[in-house]
Each structure stands twice: as C-alpha cells, then as structure tokens.
C-alpha cells in the first residue's frame, strides 16, 4: 500500500492540498449494470464500509494460511455492530465463505475482491459468489495494486473488465489502484471501462504527513477524491485511507486514528457517488513481518496495526466512536 514517490509524484500530492473544484464528467454506462450500481450508490449513501481480511488468515512470503469459517463468523459478528458493507481482498482462501455468513449476519453491501484475476480459481469463485447472493454483492475488485506492483498494466486490466463483463454483464466492475495512477494519461480506457473507482489513498506516506494536522490529512483525502471525480464517472469508494495506531515512535496513536476519521467523516460526508471505508478492520501481526516481493512496498511494524480493532478483535477509539448500526 505504500506509494514509490518520484518528483512529479511529489509535486501533484503537494497541490492536491489545496481545494479541487468538484466536476462530475458526461456519465454513459450501459443499462446492464444500473442495478447494480444503484445497490452500490444506496450502500455509499446509507451504509458504512469496512476493509476486511479474516483475522485469521495469514500470507507471508507468498504463503497462505487459510481462514477457517468459524474464526470469519466471529469476525463478522463483532464487526456487524458498526459496520453494514464489506470489501474485501480475497475470494479464495478461506474466503469463499464470507458472502453467504455476511448475508446470514445482515450485511447490506459486499465488494469482493479478486487478488488475482488472471486466476481462474479465484475469479470463478468470485463470480459463483455474485450468482449466489445477488443482492448482498454490489461488485467485484479485479486486482488491489496490481499496476502499481508491476503485475498487470493498464492494458491487460482494461481487457480483463471488458473479458469479465461477457461473463457477467449485470455485475458492477472495478479495480483498485494508489491515487496517482489515475491521474496517468494511460489510465483514461480503464477509467472508462469501470462501472466505479477503487483507490488507495494514504496520507500517512505523504511527506508533509508527520507535520500535519488530521484535518489537513483529511481534507487531501477529499481534496484527491473531487480531483478523480473530473476524470471518472460513477461512484468513487477510497478503500484504503486511515492511520495505524503504532509504534508511539513513529507518532501514530490510537486517538490519532480516532481524529484522522472524525475529520475524514467531516471533510468527505458520505453521499451516493462518494464515499470511504475504514481501513481495515482488524490488526494483523504477520504483516510486520511480511516480505512478499510488492514493488514499492515497505514492511514496517507500523503495517500491523491499521485496524479499528485489534488482532482480539477488541474495538479502538475510532471504532467505539462510531454509531452501532442495526
């Protein structure tokens, strides 16, 4: 998730600090897929998302520990009291049994994700998953950071969403990419294939971040989503944003978390075209330590503690600031 800065990276993070006029580009997409868009824009306006991997998966060095259902039930349940929509990074794994407990537990919303699509075991599982439970998956993510990891190109994901819409022509379709691929020139057919926008957006890899107040922090998250919105038509999910909660020496805390999300619920209000999800829902230990070769990436003992609840599934402060849900 971290982002490989250059100086024209640099540089567009700098002026997206400042406001961004909000536009909204000429909107043309087919009729297919209204459905499910409409179950998407109703979630954004009305729900409240959650990054979610299994606590009890684990991926180091490229292997897997599968979740088992049960440990997923307990997840779910624990995250059900504040949280009504899901995204989610895996449809294997363990993973195939999340739709039809989240559906069991109420949710209203789940974007699958497909880690990787040129996979036929994952994408069929991901598909068979929205056939099944039509009502509760408002989408599919083909690939989190797969550009920007070198393992796919604008191209090849572009054909993949146009391959996959054959498949399932009623199914909404997106992928999921660091803000500042985006703005690529190259990135204009792909925009143009998706049915709504998947981004990674993180203020703490800023290099103004450490100075910073979370307003301002917040502000660049919304500041980065009314820039997308001139380029992209449909809704826009920020699916990764947020603050981890330590080490104390890298200046993160759990109250900062709390702050940085009461600014971000001020500065980008939740509506049918826009909104975030808290990222992510638990702590995950392994990930201090994982070493999987994602370029541009950095393990740190910062990427253990992103959660709004800790690896016992014991709610933070930003997570016990929020509203239950019923």
């Not at 990054?51 to 599968?66: E, H, I, K, S």
């Not at 979370?214 to 944003?241: M, R, S």
């Not at 104390?248 to 075209?273: I, K, M, N, T, V």
């Amino acid at each position: 998730m971290r982002n490989k800065y250059t100086p024209a990276l640099a540089a567009l993070a700098l002026a997206l600090l400042a406001p961004v006029a909000p536009a909204q580009p000429a909107c043309e997409r087919g009729a297919a897929t209204q459905a499910a868009r409409a179950r998407l824009e109703r979630a954004l306006a009305h729900g409240r998302f959650v990054a979610y991997q299994p606590t009890a998966l684990q991926v180091v060095d490229g292997g897997f520990r599968n979740a088992d259902p049960d440990s997923i039930r307990a997840d779910l349940r624990v995250l059900r009291t504040r949280f009504d929509a899901l995204v989610t990074y895996d449809a294997i794994h363990g993973a195939e049994a999340i739709p039809g407990i989240a559906a069991a537990l109420g949710f209203r919303a789940l974007i699958i994700g497909v880690w990787d699509p040129s996979d036929p075991a994952q994408l069929d599982a991901a598909l068979a998953a929205a056939r099944r439970y039509p009502r509760l998956v408002a989408g599919l993510s083909l690939g989190n950071e797969s550009i920007f990891a070198r393992r796919s190109s604008f191209a090849q994901l572009t054909a993949l969403i146009a391959a996959v819409r054959k498949r399932s022509a009623a199914l909404a379709l997106s992928t999921t990419e660091p803000f500042h691929l985006y703005e690529e020139a190259g990135a204009a057919p792909l925009l143009g294939n998706m049915d709504f926008l998947l981004v990674n957006v993180h203020p703490v890899f800023q290099p103004w971040f450490r100075g910073a107040t979370d307003a301002t922090a917040a502000q660049f998250v919304a500041n980065v989503v009314a820039d997308l919105g001139q380029h992209f038509c449909g809704p826009i999910l920020v699916k990764e944003t947020g603050e981890p909660t330590a080490p104390a020496s890298a200046g993160y805390a759990p109250e900062r978390q709390a702050s940085f999300y009461a600014e971000l619920r001020r500065h980008l209000p939740a509506s049918s075209l826009r909104g975030f999800a808290y990222f992510s829902a638990f702590d995950a230990p392994w990930r201090a330590h994982d070493t999987g070769p994602v370029a541009g990436a950095a393990t740190g003992p910062e990427e253990a503690y992103w959660g709004l609840y800790d690896s016992e599934r014991r709610p933070k402060q930003a997570a016990q600031a929020l509203a239950p849900m019923n």
